[in-house]
């Protein structure tokens, strides 16, 4: 698969593990230098906030997209390729989701989960055929992929709706899945 643009949902907070900024930092300078767009919540600290630069810094293309409401929190439209301003959370996440051709997440809280979970349900309802990758820094997304687990053996998700969802502990096993991801 030809990818051209990624988006990543993470945390606008940096976390208790630094490995947490040392991943994110690595994937916004991957990204850059394979020459794909990095799209993201425009969010200034964080993780958001260390993904974004170390791209731009790699010399990447940054589309970043954040509701008016939390303008405060945004990062400066000069420190990025784009900065698209929306009215709405949902406004953002559809933009998020239009804007990108395969998504990765980073550690985060609740808006992240809140992304994983709309990708995944997105997909399962057929608006997009998309892959997502967790990116399991230190462990980060063990139970939540052994509860996915548990719902698939439950009968609750189809293999179908997995085979959109897959975890990896490295940056290289992430890119080789998604470039290759035949939806």
Known sequence: MKI???GVFMG???GNDPQYIEAAEELG???ALKKIKLVFGAGKDGLMGATARSAMEAGGSVLGISPRNLAEEAVEASEITQLIEVNT???RKQLLMDNSDVF???PGGFGTL???AQVISWSKIHLHDKPLALFNVNGFYDKFWAWLNE???DGFVSEHDMRCIQMFDSIDAMFEYLEN???
Request: proline share 0%.
């Open 4 to 6: 051209s643009s990624i």
């Open 12 to 14: 606008s907070q940096s």
């Open 29 to 31: 300078k991957r990204i």
């Open 89 to 91: 959370m949902t406004d």
């Open 104 to 106: 990765i997440v980073l």
């Open 114 to 116: 809140e992304e994983i």
């Open 151 to 153: 719902v698939y053996e």
């Open 181 to 183: 991801f035949e939806g």
